[in-house]
Nanobody
């Protein structure tokens, strides 16, 4: 299997910045798309940003220009730089990976989530 572990969440004031990281480990053969999702209380989980293994990125409109997704394929890591934070960005942020194990099983994997709270 493949495990994902996020880090970097916390409490930040409006207008501030945070950097989230997610490390994949386990029986990794290949990792395809890596994504960040978020889920606010009482709301559905939403896709925030996605990056292909070739580096192509896409973002939900509400974060364009403020969030930047990147990855280090050699380290099996994905990152999310969050700038100009707003109160509505408060959510649990989840890492997601479309991965193939080294025995040929392909599936979607999730991290445990990291809390981002934007408050003064």
């Amino acid at each position: 299997q493949v495990q994902l572990v996020e880090s970097g969440g916390g409490l930040v004031q409006p207008g501030g910045s945070l950097s989230l990281s997610c490390a994949a480990s386990g029986r990794i053969g290949s990792i395809y798309d890596m994504s960040w999702y978020r889920q606010a209380p009482g709301k559905q989980r939403e896709l925030v940003a996605v990056i292909t293994n070739g580096g192509r990125t896409n973002y939900v409109d509400s974060v364009k220009g403020r969030f930047t997704i990147s990855r280090d394929n050699a380290k099996n890591m994905v990152f999310l730089q969050i700038n100009s934070l707003k109160s509505e960005d408060t959510s649990v942020y989840y890492c997601n990976a479309d991965a193939l194990t080294d025995w040929g099983f392909r599936d979607t994997y999730w991290g445990q989530g990291t809390q981002v709270t934007v408050s003064s």
